[in-house]
């Protein structure tokens, strides 16, 4: 058993339970050829996701998020590596800081989660 007991496990699976329902439930409402959520369902359909096709704007907007997820990544790839290597190599001042700044986003889900 956890240093938390079972207090805290109940407690983190109706937090994780309560956030993660609503977004099934949009999931399979997408994958349903109702407007509405049908359990069970007897068929499935690519209704909504053809209706959305339709707008211009959506698509546009698709690509363009595409687009920038891929010119995001490549840049945090080009800056990422070569400051792992240095960081992995190399003993220099203001290691730790960026050690410390490569680690933040890993680090405070956890800080604001408790």
């Known amino acids: 058993?956890?240093?938390?007991?079972?207090v805290a496990l109940?407690?983190?699976?109706?937090?994780?339970?309560?956030m993660l329902a609503p977004i099934l439930v949009?999931?399979?409402?997408?994958?349903?050829?109702e407007g509405y959520l049908s359990f069970p369902t007897d068929r499935w359909s690519l209704r909504w996701f053809y209706a959305i096709?339709?707008?211009?704007e959506f698509v546009s907007a698709f690509w363009r998020s595409i687009w920038l997820?891929?010119?995001?990544s490549a840049i945090a790839v080009a800056v990422s590596v070569p400051a792992a290597?240095?960081?992995?190599?190399?003993?220099?001042?203001?290691?730790?800081?960026?050690?410390?700044?490569?680690?933040?986003?890993?680090?405070?889900?956890?800080v604001v989660l408790g």
């Open 26 to 33: 949009v999931c399979w409402v997408a994958f349903t050829p």
């Open 1 to 6: 058993m956890s240093r938390n007991g079972p």
């Open 69 to 72: 997820g891929a010119i995001s």
């Open 53 to 56: 096709a339709q707008y211009p």
């Open 85 to 110: 290597l240095a960081i992995a190599r190399y003993r220099f001042p203001g290691r730790e800081a960026m050690t410390a700044l490569f680690m933040s986003p890993l680090m405070i889900p956890h």
């Open 10 to 18: 109940a407690y983190h699976t109706l937090f994780v339970t309560f």
